[in-house]
């Protein structure tokens, strides 16, 4: 059983191609508003999948597990893809996703995606039980900064 980290992913930009990357994020036709709420943000389930972006289930179909995590760790920073996403905000030019990832951040996944939309800005607060981080990226510039906290 995993150590679960908690994301939170924040996209912006101009609105077109934050809708773009929205539409992209969640695959042809999978947007369905699961909860609205009076004057608030629309909530978004199965609306997240790095697989979407960064395809790797065809590159490690043949692959033994061991080389296949290892692939998919090494194109994503994560080893599965998100669990359980949300897309808590959806605005014109601001996208706010909450999910789960199996004991690390999906920090590879994000510079590779912030490539792929150059003119979006990228910034993912995580955690796990014994760190916490932020990740920020532009064009696939940026930087990734942890905090480790142990008990004694």
């Known amino acids: 059983m995993p150590n679960w980290t908690g994301n939170r992913l924040f996209v912006t930009g101009p609105r077109q191609d934050v ?16 909860k609205k709420r009076k004057n ?11 697989e ?17 995590i290892t692939l998919v760790e090494r194109a994503w920073g994560c080893k599965w893809d998100a ?7 959806h605005k014109p030019r601001l996208l706010r996703y ?6 690390s ?21 995580y955690g796990g039980s014994e760190f916490r981080g932020v990740a920020e990226y532009v064009n696939g510039k940026g930087k990734d900064q942890e905090w480790y906290h142990f008990e004694v």
């Open 19 to 34: 809708e773009r990357f929205r539409q992209q994020a969640a695959g042809e036709g999978a947007y369905k508003v699961t």
């Open 40 to 50: 608030k943000d629309e909530y978004e389930q199965g609306c997240l999948s790095f």
């Open 98 to 103: 909450e999910f789960g990832t199996p004991w």
């Open 105 to 125: 951040p999906p920090v590879r996944w994000l510079r590779r995606v912030s490539r792929m939309y150059p003119q979006l800005a990228f910034r993912m607060r």
């Open 52 to 68: 979407r972006f960064v395809p790797m289930m065809k590159k490690i179909a043949r692959l033994s597990d061991n080389a296949a």
């Open 83 to 89: 669990e359980g996403p949300v897309l808590v905000t």
